[in-house]
T-cell receptor, first 111, second 110 residues
Framework: NAGVTQTPKFQVLKTGQSMTLQCAQD?????MSWYRQDPGMGLRLIHY???????DQGEVPNGYNVSRSTTEDFPLRLLSAAPSQTSVYFC??????????FGSGTQLSVL | SQQGEEDPQALSIQEGENATMNCSYK?????LQWYRQNSGRGLVHLIL?????REKHSGRLRVTLDTSKKSSSLLITASRAADTASYFC??????????FGKGTKLSVKP
């Protein structure tokens, strides 16, 4: 059972570079979301999706784009990376808001 | 704009002791959840308590909810070194999403 799979696990970018963090789930969950975790800040919601073709902004959406073309995949795009986006990123999926399943995270450093 | 705030921020105990963590939240909720995060890993769901429940048990975990005080507590009994982790409370925010507190870092010493 794969659950929620995130790739890559680690990434180093230079300021201004772009990249996509991948997230896939095999549980047929409708809801998917991206969080970032910074020291002392807990988890903050970036973007979320309630189904294929439907996305919306969370608490800290600036600098990030998402799309949801299939139920399984929910990639997070950084169009022009900034040092402030250095963080650990978690993808999660669920059938509702009663139990979220998390991926193992992507540790991103922007130099 | 964190909904939940855990207290204490850090807790260090000996194996076999009980660990209690508290969570306060701001707005009305229909459920409150607790998650565990081992170092460098993703969060894992531990337990959910609904707004019409006052107490819930799962193995060595006991969760209470006081909606009048907007607070919850997580008790881990007879703690083990393997319980060393960060613990987060979370409440529903929007469709399929939760708002998390900043967490309590628990260290259980052998």
């Amino acid at each position: 059972n794969a659950g929620v799979t995130q790739t890559p696990k680690f990434q180093v970018l230079k300021t201004g570079q772009s990249m996509t963090l991948q997230c896939a789930q095999d549980m047929n969950h409708e809801y998917m979301s991206w969080y970032r975790q910074d020291p002392g800040m807990g988890l903050r919601l970036i973007h979320y999706s309630v189904g294929a073709g439907i996305t919306d902004q969370g608490e800290v959406p600036n600098g990030y784009n998402v799309s949801r073309s299939t139920t399984e995949d929910f990639p997070l795009r950084l169009l022009s990376a900034a040092p402030s986006q250095t963080s650990v990123y978690f993808c999660a999926s669920s059938q509702g808001n009663e139990k979220l399943f998390f991926g193992s995270g992507t540790q991103l450093s922007v130099l | 704009s964190q909904q939940g705030e855990e207290d204490p921020q850090a807790l260090s105990i000996q194996e076999g002791e009980n660990a209690t963590m508290n969570c306060s939240y701001k707005t009305s909720i229909n459920n409150l959840q607790w998650y565990r995060q081992n170092s460098g890993r993703g969060l894992v769901h531990l337990i959910l308590i609904r707004s019409n429940e006052r107490e819930k048990h799962s193995g060595r975990l006991r969760v209470t909810l006081d909606t009048s005080k907007k607070s919850s507590s997580l008790l881990i009994t007879a703690s083990r070194a393997a319980d060393t982790a960060s613990y987060f409370c979370a409440t529903p925010w929007s469709q399929g999403n939760l708002i998390f507190g900043k967490g309590t870092k628990l260290s259980v010493k052998p």
